[in-house]
């Protein structure tokens, strides 16, 4: 007997550290597919994806999937739902949902879940919209905006860089808080991590108020790197805001081509809901008052100026989010997108597209609409250009025309539908944007609008290379393996 114990000993507890290191490790990530079959029910992709790596690379594979990868979206969901329960008949109360929605049927959306109605809101009209392109043009509107303020300033940014553009908002906003102007400021934990509370205490030192959307910790189940608010919204006093993919930092100005919106008009307060909801998760301060919701005026309208501002615009927000069982920013697109009748043009960053994504560009141009994609030659996310890059065959082959934008980083997220809708916002073509980030987009239905962003597509593909089967077939195989591989890695980028 004692024979046959050493025996076993030997066989499943080897006298090598390494190999019992290795055995320990296989036997953990068989422990976890479980684990990953559950949270990833319904996406067999990325169930597929995981279980693989678990068994390629099992010792890592265990590490990340329970640090950053099995993501508690139960969990999340249910704090994140319970905070909107709390303050959603005030908002409701005060906010843009108790006004009329507009006549026009801008992407209808109207028997919704319960959770997803909250991220998507009613059309309203009477908007003024003016365009914002790159770090230049974007920081000088925020700036005058922001010293416009009289009653509140409130900055929702996922990026924050202590660096010169840091260092000029911060000071601009404590300006304002020692001028009595209540200023807040929510970042993301994730994407704001290297703002230090040095950086920060000027701005809290003259009454401004700064939050960490989930921040981070590593004696929690998990580093919650998932579930991040990738937001970008301004609002002043409740009559203007911005809405864009612009974030704060030196890093975004120079080669780096954005895109944002300048807006006044009811369409501010359902930003202002938005930020009143991400900042009531965050701190607990209910910002539900009509102080910070006023009736809508020409307040924003002077604040914007003449030129270049588009007039009578229908706005509607979309602010879709991980908590929500099924992703308002997705299916308003796919809407959006099923509703074309000759064009669709995308700028994206990262071209992820899920299956549903996919099959609504592909049956586009099986409808005979000219589909084209925007994205960047050289990404800020190389992992994310190989992923892209590996979905180019099957567009191509479909009829989608991709170009590739040559003279920078390509950051902006436009999508252009016919001749009177489109939307700009933080969302891109990805899985990350669609499933575990909150996004805030804004649909505009205007004629004018729409040809000026209709107009900035065509010249930032001026700029651009064409994508073709043949281009593709020639950078080898090499590349193909590489993007092969990061298409296994798709479904969780």
């Not at 005060?94 to 879940?113: C, F, I, M, N, Y």
């Not at 203007?240 to 944002?260: F, H, M, P, Q, S």
């Amino acid at each position: 007997m004692q024979e046959l114990i050493d025996l076993l000993a030997a066989r499943w507890w080897p006298a090598h550290g390494l190999d019992a290191c290795l055995l320990l490790a296989e036997f953990l990530a068989l422990l976890t597919i479980p684990s990953v079959l559950i949270q990833r029910r319904g996406r067999p992709q990325a169930a597929l994806a995981w279980v693989l790596g678990l068994i390629a690379v099992p010792f890592a594979g265990v590490l990340i999937w329970w640090g950053i990868g099995r993501s508690h979206l139960l969990r999340r969901r249910r704090r994140r739902q319970s905070a909107r329960a709390r303050i959603s008949p005030g908002l409701r109360a005060v906010g843009t949902r108790k006004q009329p929605a507009s006549s026009v049927d801008l992407l209808p959306a109207l028997h919704l879940p319960a959770d997803e109605a909250l991220d998507v809101f009613p059309a309203v009209g009477g908007n003024g919209v003016k365009v914002l392109v790159d770090g230049g043009e974007t920081y000088a509107a925020i700036d005058r905006i922001a010293r416009s303020g009289r009653h509140h300033v409130h900055f929702l940014f996922y990026a924050w860089q202590p660096d010169d553009v840091g260092r000029h908002f911060r000071d601009v906003l404590a300006r304002r808080a020692q001028d009595g102007v209540q200023v807040r400021v929510l970042c993301d934990a994730v994407g704001s991590s290297r703002l230090s509370r040095r950086f920060l205490e000027p701005l809290r030192r003259a009454g401004g108020k700064v939050a960490f959307f989930m921040p981070t910790r590593l004696l929690r189940r998990s580093l919650t790197l998932n579930f991040r608010n990738h937001r970008k919204i301004v609002v002043v006093d409740g009559n203007v805001g911005y809405a864009g993919g612009l974030n704060i930092g030196a890093e975004y100005t120079g080669e780096w081509r954005d895109l944002g919106l300048l807006l006044s008009g009811p369409v501010v307060g359902q930003l202002q809901e938005v930020f009143a909801d991400d900042w009531f998760f965050a701190t607990g301060e209910n910002l539900a008052a009509g102080e910070f919701f006023p009736e809508a005026s020409t307040a924003g309208e002077d604040v914007l100026g003449r030129e270049g501002v588009h007039h009578g615009a229908i706005c509607r927000l979309i602010a879709g989010g991980p908590d929500a069982l099924h992703n308002a920013t997705h299916d308003t697109f796919l809407i959006a997108a099923n509703q074309a009748r000759h064009r669709i043009f995308i700028t994206t960053p990262y071209l992820i597209p899920g299956p549903a994504i996919q099959a609504a560009l592909r049956t586009a141009v099986y409808r005979r609409l000219d589909v084209r994609l925007l994205v960047p030659r050289t990404p800020d996310v190389c992992l994310t250009r190989l992923a892209g890059r590996s979905f180019y065959p099957d567009l191509l082959a479909a009829g989608v025309r991709i170009f590739e934008y040559l003279p920078g980083t390509l950051h902006q997220k436009l999508w252009v539908f016919d001749d009177e809708l489109a939307a700009v916002g933080s969302a891109n073509l990805d899985t990350r944007s669609f499933r575990l980030n909150f996004e805030a987009c804004c649909f505009i239905q205007s004629r004018s609008v729409n040809a000026e962003l209709a107009e900035l597509f065509l010249r930032d593909q001026a700029l651009s290379e064409e994508v073709t089967p043949a281009s593709v077939k020639a950078a080898g195989r090499w590349e193909e393996f590489k993007e092969a591989v990061a298409n296994l890695l798709s479904p969780l980028l």
